[in-house]
């Protein structure tokens, strides 16, 4: 019989608390004494953590007859006995019986097994927190047997104010420690790097699994007394880089609007510099087209710009995502405006800075969905310029295009609903009826695709939106590479 005593050594704490722990009992016996919810939410626990669970009681509920039915426990229908504590890691015991309840516990201190009596801390050897779990995260909230409501409550608020998707980023982080493991030999400087990343980076671009912001190596020496390698200068904050448009710099104290390019789509394409900018952002008015991948870096709240290019609706659309932005900036929020593509192409960038000069902006230029399907539009030989339009017209006119250049790629946006009237207006303007096109959907989008026809037979396609249409040129180039299945993707997936 081995009977534990705790004799307090001198300077102990009057009153200490628990040794906060995580039990590893995977594959370990554990008892569960009691067949009612909360010995049911006993079992449940331990059978996540992997342990083996065995069920003493005469009667059990629903949820552990079923398990019991599937293998998952053992159940013993009957009542405690002591030798079920043999051999058993841990005790549960979870009846309403405090006489029979004390028994228990004595018995397994007097056998040296960890013992937990619901409801009576005085009982117990080990506390079990207010848990919530996200994936390999755990967050344990413990009053010391003394709250248990009040451990639930504050375990909630907690996870109410934890980041989104922490699953995420932390499997994202954990590839992450790889590729630092990978590239620094020096036990020191990768912990050093680590922790910064880890310290640093926002949440959401761990979630989003995006390469973090480039960090400097440790400076200086290190715990080794080796020189950190590869120091490199922080990468400018966007806002220090971005050129100044209006020309107004320092307007005021506030700091400046952000027309930020979110690029084609896919978030891999996303410039470091507008990634920052959307983690730091308070407000981000983001246009429709920018994927919910993008959206979710946002780091404060996000407002779509709903322009459907309703001639219609378009001036009230933008006159109160101007007003938005202007009283945004007056309260010194850090705003940010999202432009798909490459804000400086179609992307209202002269508009947006005159409806709000004087409050001063910077533009952070991006991938356009122009050179996003990743062919050439010049090539030697075949076309020496390229000219970008709009199948729409200001305010809903009619399409205006180009007159034909044979050595000229033409490059249609936001035409993918007007194929039909492009394939007419090209003719009317002696496109050859054999010319080449090319209408590529969602580019560097999961669902991108690229249809080859010619002027002629333009109207006859279905393509998705957003879309952008080549035509003449390398359209014949980039045409031939998709009929052979040749081309290469700018980036793949989503
Ligand atoms: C308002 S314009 C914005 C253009 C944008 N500033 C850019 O540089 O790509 C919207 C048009 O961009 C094109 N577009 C944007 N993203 C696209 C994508 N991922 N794939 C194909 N076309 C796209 C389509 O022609 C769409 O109708």
């Not at 019991?68 to 019986?97: N, Q, S, T």
């Not at 200068?233 to 506030?254: K, S, T, W």
């Not at 920052?276 to 983001?286: I, N, R, S, T």
């Not at 729409?392 to 609903?417: E, K, N």
Request: include cysteine; aromatic fraction near 4%; proline fraction near 9%.
């Amino acid at each position: 019989m081995s009977v534990r005593q705790v004799i307090p050594f001198p300077g102990a704490p009057a009153d200490p608390v628990s040794y906060m722990a995580g039990l590893r009992l995977s594959g370990r016996p554990a008892l569960v004494v009691g067949g009612g919810a909360v010995a049911t939410q006993r079992a449940r626990a331990l059978l996540a953590s992997g342990a083996v669970v065995t069920v003493v009681a005469p009667r059990i509920g629903a949820e552990l007859l079923a398990r019991w039915a599937a293998g998952e426990i053992v159940h013993h229908a009957r009542l405690f006995a002591p030798a079920d504590l043999h051999g058993m890691a841990v005790v549960l015991v979870a009846i309403d019986d405090r006489v029979v309840s004390a028994a228990i516990a004595r018995y397994a201190r007097q056998r040296g097994t960890w013992v937990n009596v619901a409801d009576r801390p005085e009982l117990c050897d080990f506390y079990l927190p207010a848990i919530h779990r996200a994936g390999p995260v755990q967050v344990a909230v413990s009053a010391d047997g003394a709250g248990p409501g009040l451990a639930a409550r504050l375990r909630d608020e907690i996870r109410d104010a934890l980041p989104a998707d922490l699953p995420a980023a932390v499997e994202n982080f954990a590839a992450l420690r790889q590729q630092v493991r990978s590239e620094e030999p020096d036990p020191a400087i990768r912990m050093a790097r680590l922790a910064k990343i880890a310290r640093e980076t926002p949440w959401s671009t761990l979630s989003a699994g995006l390469p973090p912001a480039p960090l400097p190596r440790e400076r200086g020496r290190v715990a080794n007394g080796r020189e950190g390698a590869g120091d490199s200068p922080q990468a400018p904050l966007p806002r220090e880089r971005g050129r100044v448009a209006n020309g107004r710099e320092g307007a005021e104290d506030h700091p400046p609007v952000l027309l930020a390019s979110a690029g084609p789509g896919n978030p891999r394409l996303l410039t470091l510099a507008a990634r920052d900018a959307l983690a730091a952002a308070d407000l981000v008015v983001a246009d429709r087209l920018v994927p919910a991948a993008i959206l979710a870096l946002a780091g404060g709240r996000v407002v779509l710009a709903d322009d459907k290019h309703d001639p219609a609706t378009v001036p009230s659309v933008q006159s109160r995502i101007y007003t938005l932005l202007r009283e945004a900036h007056a309260r010194g929020e850090r705003c940010v405006r999202l432009c798909a593509g490459d804000v400086a192409i179609f992307g209202r960038l002269h508009e947006t800075v005159e409806a709000l000069s004087p409050v001063p902006v910077e533009v952070i230029p991006g991938v356009s969905a122009l050179t996003a399907p990743g062919f050439p539009l010049t090539a030697r030989g075949v076309a020496d310029r390229f000219t970008v339009v709009s199948a729409r017209g200001a305010g809903g006119s009619p399409v205006s295009l180009p007159p034909h250049d044979p050595r000229q790629t033409l490059v249609i946006f936001m035409g993918a609903g007007s194929l039909p009237a492009l394939s007419s207006a090209l003719l009317s303007l002696c496109y050859p009826p054999g010319a080449a096109a090319l209408v590529v959907s969602q580019a560097t989008r999961p669902g991108e695709s690229r249809q080859v026809a010619t002027v002629a037979t333009l109207g006859d396609l279905d393509a998705e939106a957003p879309a952008v249409i080549y035509v003449g040129g390398t359209a014949a180039l980039a045409g031939e590479r998709e009929q052979l299945g040749g081309r290469e993707r700018q980036v793949e997936g989503g």
